[in-house]
């Protein structure tokens, strides 16, 4: 079998606003240009967004870190997008906190609080 990559795409109606949030606020790269759509990459992370008329907010975009200090840090510097404080869940084993993007996605910056396998890898 190939191997497989992927990415999720979402409706904006403010692509540049978007673009440049996810850039200069969360460090993601843009990877390709298209007509009306942007595809954003960072690690093994590809999302695009395309201008239409009406903005998916559904579902979370999750980021997930190295480490705790990692994920303090985002929260550090996202403060004034963030919608809660960095906190342990005892239920899914992460440290983490919630955000918006500027049109409102929730945007969820995270920690394994235990061992997880590299992306691409089966778990047993």
């Known amino acids: 079998m190939h191997p497989m990559t992927g990415m999720v795409f979402f409706k904006t109606m ?40 009406s903005a998916e907010l559904e579902g979370m975009i999750t980021l997930f870190y190295p480490t705790k200090d990692d994920v303090d840090e985002m929260h550090t510097m996202l403060k004034h997008i963030a919608t809660t404080k960095p906190v342990e869940s005892d239920v899914y084993k992460i440290y983490h906190f919630f955000a918006k993007d500027p049109e409102g996605r929730v945007l969820e910056f995270q920690t394994f609080l235990h061992p997880i396998g590299q992306v691409g890898q089966n778990e047993n």
């Open 14 to 53: 403010m692509l540049k606003n978007i673009v440049d949030f996810y850039v200069k606020e969360l460090g993601m790269h843009i990877w390709l240009k298209q007509k009306d759509c942007t595809i954003l990459n960072q690690g093994n992370l590809l999302i695009g967004f395309c201008e239409r008329s």
